[in-house]
């Protein structure tokens, strides 16, 4: 069955870093682009980033700059590098994977900014 499983949340302190991976299985990654959103308390759900399956990025402006989307086809993992973290940053970060209409969700993991 579709699986994609984030890891890499966490506490990080204002101006940090952290790196979230998601490792999926049970569908052809690479024929899927890959994306990160995120979703604060009371907030909707927003696209953060997102890697085509050619490799073509794009990101929300809040986060260019500062945020950085990968893939590696051969694992099957699409990575989220976070530099110079923002408090506004906190959320449930979720994985996606994208094609045409269809999609499959992660269970999202939680990245808190704080000092």
């Known amino acids: 069955q579709v699986q994609l499983v984030e890891s890499g949340g966490g506490l990080a302190q204002p101006g940090g870093s952290l790196r979230l991976s998601c490792a999926a299985s049970?569908?052809?990654?690479?024929?899927?682009?890959m994306a990160w959103y995120r979703q604060a308390p009371g907030k909707q759900r927003e696209l953060v980033a997102r890697?085509?399956?050619?490799?073509?990025?794009n990101y929300a402006d809040s986060v260019k700059g500062r945020f950085t989307i990968s893939r590696d086809n051969s694992k099957n993992t699409v990575f989220l590098q976070m530099n110079s973290l923002k408090p506004e940053d906190t959320a449930l970060y979720y994985c996606?994977?994208?094609?045409?209409?269809?999609?499959?969700w992660g269970q999202g993991t939680q990245v808190t900014v704080s000092s």
């Open positions: 996606k994977a994208e094609r045409f209409s269809s999609g499959y």
């Open positions: 049970g569908f052809i990654f690479s024929w899927y682009a």
């Open positions: 890697i085509t399956t050619g490799g073509a990025t």
